[in-house]
Nanobody, 115 residues
Framework: QVQLVESGGGLVQAGGSLRLSCTASGVIFSGNVMGWYRQAPGKQRELVAT???????VYADSVKGRFTISRDNARNTVYLQMNSLKSEDTALYYC?????????WGQGTQVTVSS
């Protein structure tokens, strides 16, 4: 069974930093597209960052220059380093991996940024 488990969320002051991790079992990140989405209550799910198997990256305009996505294939883990956090970044963050036509999602980790 495929499982993606996020960690690293929590409460942080505006301007602070947080590092999210997502470790997968039953699916391998190597050779696949993976990344992060987020969703705040009452809002659409938004792509935050994604990385292809070739290490190309795409970021939402709202997080460019502040967030960095990375991966460790040996540990089957994807990370999201978040710096200069704003209250607008408050959301439930989900990691995902796309393998072929299948897309797998984690349960999400909550990030709350206080002003």
């Amino acid at each position: 069974q495929v499982q993606l488990v996020e960690s690293g969320g929590g409460l942080v002051q505006a301007g602070g930093s947080l590092r999210l991790s997502c470790t997968a079992s039953g699916v391998i990140f190597s050779g696949n597209v993976m990344g992060w989405y987020r969703q705040a209550p009452g809002k659409q799910r938004e792509l935050v960052a994604t990385m292809t198997s070739g290490r190309s990256t795409v970021y939402a305009d709202s997080v460019k220059g502040r967030f960095t996505i990375s991966r460790d294939n040996a540990r089957n883990t994807v990370y999201l380093q978040m710096n200069s956090l704003k209250s607008e970044d408050t959301a439930l963050y989900y990691c995902y991996v796309k393998q072929g036509v299948a897309i797998y999602w984690g349960q999400g980790t909550q990030v709350t940024v206080s002003s």
